[in-house]
C-alpha cells in the first residue's frame, strides 16, 4: 500500500512523537529508506515534560526537530534528514507533506490535525497517519489516497470533532498559554499511541499481511486503531482493501 512513497514527515515531536520516531527510523534505516525524513515541529524541549518525552540532557532548549535530526543522524547516517522547525500551518503545509507523502501526525492539538487532513484530502497519492491520546486513552487514524481517490473514510469525516475545534492552535499561541495549554498526560499513555502508529504502518507496509488479511477477514486495511491503558487493550476498526491497489514492497523502502 505503500509503494508510492517517496518522502516522509514526522509532524510533532513530544510526548508521541519522540518515541515514535527512534524506532521508525531504525526501520527506515535497516531497509536503505532513499527518500527524505522531515523532522516537523516548531517548539523546543523543556525541563517540564522531561519526564515522558525521549529526550536527553543536552536537548534542552533545542529545537526537537534540530535535536532529534542531529541523533538520528549519527546513530543512523545512511538516512537522508531534514528539519522544518516551524508549526505546520494552512500557510505551509504544503512545504512538509508533498505529493507521495507519508505524513505521521503525533501533535497534540486539532487545528494542527485538521489542517493537515485538509491539506492531504487536496494531493493525488499521500497517507496521513494522525494519533493523539487523553490521559488513558487514544487513537491512530489511517488516511490513504491513490490517484486521487480516497481509499480510507477521512480524518474530518470520522472526527466532525476536530473539523470544527479552534482551540489550542499552537501556531498563534505566546509563550505563556503554551506552558499551560498542556492536558495532563502519561508516559505508558504516550507510548502506547507511538506503539499504535507503529502498528498502523506496519500494516500498511507489510504486503504478507494484507494478502493474509485478504485470506483471513475481508476487512484487512485498518481505519482506525483505538488503545486504552486502564483496560490494557488495543483494538482496530478495519476497512475493506481496495483490490485494484497494488501491494508489491515499497520501493523506497525495499531492499
Same mark, same amino acid.
Given at each position: 500500500?505503500?509503494?508510492?512513497?517517496?518522502?516522509?514527515?514526522?509532524?510533532?515531536? /513530544? /510526548?508521541?512523537?519522540?518515541?515514535?520516531?527512534?524506532?521508525?527510523?531504525?526501520?527506515?534505516?535497516? $531497509?536503505?529508506?532513499? /527518500?527524505?525524513?522531515?523532522?516537523?515541529?516548531?517548539?523546543?524541549?523543556?525541563?517540564?515534560?522531561?519526564?515522558? $518525552?525521549?529526550?536527553?540532557?543536552?536537548?534542552? /532548549?533545542?529545537?526537537?526537530?534540530?535535536?532529534?535530526?542531529?541523533?538520528?543522524?549519527?546513530?543512523?547516517?545512511?538516512?537522508?534528514?531534514?528539519?522544518?522547525?516551524?508549526?505546520?500551518?494552512?500557510?505551509?503545509?504544503?512545504?512538509?507533506?508533498?505529493?507521495?507523502?507519508?505524513?505521521?501526525?503525533?501533535?497534540?492539538?486539532?487545528?494542527?490535525?485538521?489542517?493537515?487532513?485538509?491539506?492531504?484530502?487536496?494531493?493525488?497519492?499521500?497517507?496521513?497517519?494522525?494519533?493523539?491520546?487523553?490521559?488513558?486513552?487514544?487513537?491512530?487514524?489511517?488516511?490513504?489516497?491513490?490517484?486521487?481517490?480516497?481509499?480510507?473514510?477521512?480524518?474530518?469525516?470520522?472526527?466532525?470533532?476536530?473539523?470544527?475545534?479552534?482551540?489550542?492552535?499552537?501556531?498563534?499561541?505566546?509563550?505563556?498559554?503554551?506552558?499551560?495549554?498542556?492536558?495532563?498526560?502519561?508516559?505508558?499513555?504516550?507510548?502506547?499511541?507511538?506503539?499504535?502508529?507503529?502498528?498502523?504502518?506496519?500494516?500498511?507496509?507489510?504486503?504478507?499481511?494484507?494478502?493474509?488479511?485478504?485470506?483471513?477477514?475481508?476487512?484487512?486495511?485498518?481505519?482506525?486503531?483505538?488503545?486504552?491503558?486502564?483496560?490494557?487493550?488495543?483494538?482496530?476498526?478495519?476497512?475493506?482493501?481496495?483490490?485494484?491497489?497494488?501491494?508489491?514492497?515499497?520501493?523506497?523502502?525495499?531492499?
Amino acid at each position: 500500500m505503500l509503494n508510492f512513497v517517496q518522502h516522509i514527515v514526522v509532524i510533532g515531536l /513530544g /510526548g508521541i512523537g519522540t518515541w515514535f520516531v527512534t524506532p521508525f527510523a531504525r526501520f527506515l534505516h535497516e $531497509q536503505r529508506f532513499g /527518500g527524505e525524513l522531515v523532522m516537523a515541529d516548531g517548539d523546543t524541549f523543556s525541563a517540564l515534560n522531561a519526564h515522558r $518525552q525521549d529526550m536527553e540532557a543536552t536537548d534542552l /532548549g533545542k529545537h526537537k526537530a534540530a535535536a532529534l535530526a542531529e541523533r538520528l543522524s549519527r546513530t543512523m547516517p545512511g538516512l537522508h534528514i531534514r528539519t522544518f522547525t516551524e508549526y505546520v500551518t494552512a500557510d505551509n503545509a504544503a512545504q512538509v507533506v508533498k505529493e507521495k507523502s507519508l505524513a505521521i501526525v503525533a501533535v497534540d492539538n486539532h487545528p494542527a490535525r485538521a489542517t493537515v487532513a485538509r491539506h492531504a484530502a487536496s494531493l493525488n497519492d499521500v497517507c496521513v497517519l494522525s494519533a493523539g491520546n487523553e490521559k488513558y486513552d487514544g487513537n491512530v487514524h489511517v488516511y490513504l489516497r491513490r490517484a486521487g481517490k480516497d481509499l480510507c473514510t477521512s480524518l474530518l469525516e470520522r472526527h466532525p470533532e476536530i473539523a470544527k475545534s479552534r482551540s489550542g492552535d499552537r501556531a498563534t499561541l505566546g509563550c505563556d498559554e503554551l506552558i499551560t495549554l498542556g492536558q495532563p498526560q502519561l508516559l505508558v499513555t504516550n507510548f502506547l499511541a507511538a506503539t499504535a502508529l507503529l502498528v498502523a504502518f506496519h500494516a500498511l507496509w507489510d504486503r504478507d499481511a494484507l494478502r493474509r488479511s485478504r485470506v483471513n477477514r475481508p476487512s484487512g486495511l485498518p481505519q482506525e486503531i483505538f488503545f486504552d491503558v486502564r483496560a490494557q487493550a488495543m483494538t482496530a476498526i478495519a476497512t475493506p482493501i481496495q483490490h485494484e491497489v497494488p501491494l508489491p514492497v515499497p520501493a523506497a523502502i525495499a531492499n
